[in-house]
């Protein structure tokens, strides 16, 4: 990998989440794992929900014990989920908000008014030897108090933008744009790697993926969705020309 080139980091829940629905063993989201890493993800992104609705704790056993990429294992910040990280030692952990009536994660963590928390929380991890990223939204306030509280890296919320742009709302999506833009220089200027994540399609990820401070894309709905029609490994691999050629 050149130090230009972006990371892909592949979310590989929504493998989960279809082999729950029938509550048996297939699809293997570690099979999806291998899939995804064989062709040319550059990491894998596995969010243990207190609810288990899709990835299990076996899942993660599984995973650290398979994968040769780094695992990205999303979490809340619960007292729970931190013992779990602290047993495995990921390579990076993500902590995002959540709440058990979602579908799928809503909006950046609120670090400015948990900070303090948020400190205490995340000093074992990172002594643990794990990166720690906080999901956040474009924004000056929540990315100066990821700073301070010691995160490494932060990941940018994609999902307004994405969002936008699927509605037809392109003034709105465009303003978004210029925001995640705008927040991802202002975040390495602080010495914050920056990865971004949440939504990303074919369509949108070519923006995002022009930033040359941005390092990581996660992308994983709509991949899983795309893998039904053309494959897994195709899809990972469009995914991953795309990023290359904006990047380019």
């Known amino acids: 990998m050149t130090q230009n080139q972006l990371r892909l980091g592949v979310n590989i829940d ?9 509550g048996g063993a297939y699809p293997d989201p570690i099979r999806a794992a291998k899939l995804a890493e064989e062709a040319g993800a550059d ?7 207190e609810d288990r609705r899709h990835i299990t704790d076996a899942d993660i056993d599984g995973l650290m014990e398979a994968l040769t990429v780094p695992l990205n294992f999303e979490m809340a910040a619960t007292e ?6 602290l047993r495995h030692k990921p390579h990076a952990v993500c902590i995002v908000p959540e709440k058990r009536e979602e579908r799928t994660t809503e909006g950046g ?9 948020l400190a205490h929380y995340i000093a074992p991890l990172r002594d643990a030897g794990c990166r ?10 929540q990315i100066e108090a990821a700073h301070r509280i010691g995160a490494e890296v932060i990941e940018l919320h994609t999902g307004a933008y994405c969002d936008f742009h699927a ?12 925001a995640l833009r705008e927040m991802s220089a202002y975040a390495h200027s602080l010495g914050l790697e920056v990865h971004a994540g949440h939504g990303l399609t074919y369509d949108t990820v070519q923006p995002v993926a022009a930033f040359p401070e941005v390092k990581e894309l996660n992308i994983g709905h709509f991949l899983i969705g795309e893998a039904v029609f053309r494959g897994l490994t195709p899809a990972v691999q469009e995914m991953r020309r795309l990023m290359d050629e904006a990047r380019g």
């Not at 963590?109 to 928390?117: D, F, G, K, S």
């Not at 709302?169 to 210029?178: K, N």
């Open 14 to 22: 929504h493998v989960a989440t279809v082999r729950n629905a029938r």
């Open 43 to 49: 990491g894998i992104t596995a969010h243990l929900r």
């Open 80 to 85: 729970e989920m931190q013992k779990i990280a």
């Open 109 to 117: 963590l609120e670090v400015a008014r948990e900070e303090n928390r």
């Open 132 to 141: 720690v990223s906080i999901f956040i939204a474009a924004d000056k306030k």
């Open 167 to 178: 509605e037809g709302s392109f003034a709105e999506r465009d303003r978004e744009l210029e």
